[in-house]
Nanobody, 122 residues
Framework: QVQLVESGGGLVQAGGSLRLSCAAS???????VGWFRQAPGKEREFVAA????????YYTNPVKGRFTISQDNAKSTVYLQMSSLKPEDTAVYYC????????????????WGRGTQVTVSS
């Protein structure tokens, strides 16, 4: 059973940066790890994903050019480097792994972390 633990969230001013980490334990990630976010009153939405084997990356349009997803296989950790943050990036960010099907859909992912809060002040 894979456990995912997110860290690195916090409060930052608009234009600032944060790096989120997703550490996996208890098993081997074999496919894809993704980041989702959920703002108050909104649906959980896809942010980015990376293939564990080849490092192919995928992003939602609003974060392209600002966010970078990366992996450290030796540490079983996936990172989300977030730059040029905007108030609309404020949300709880969740790490998810091993989707079966559409990698952009939250319903495809089997494993989830508990989330880390990111707040961007204007």
């Amino acid at each position: 059973q894979v456990q995912l633990v997110e860290s690195g969230g916090g409060l930052v001013q608009a234009g600032g940066s944060l790096r989120l980490s997703c550490a996996a334990s208890g098993g081997t990630l074999r496919a894809i790890v993704g980041w989702f976010r959920q703002a108050p009153g909104k649906e959980r939405e896809f942010v980015a994903a990376i293939t564990w084997s080849g490092g192919d990356t995928y992003y939602t349009n609003p974060v392209k050019g600002r966010f970078t997803i990366s992996q450290d296989n030796a540490k079983s950790t996936v990172y989300l480097q977030m730059s040029s943050l905007k108030p609309e990036d404020t949300a709880v960010y969740y790490c998810a792994a091993d989707p079966a099907g559409n990698i952009y859909s939250r319903s495809s992912y089997y494993y989830w972390g508990r989330g880390t809060q990111v707040t961007v002040s204007s």
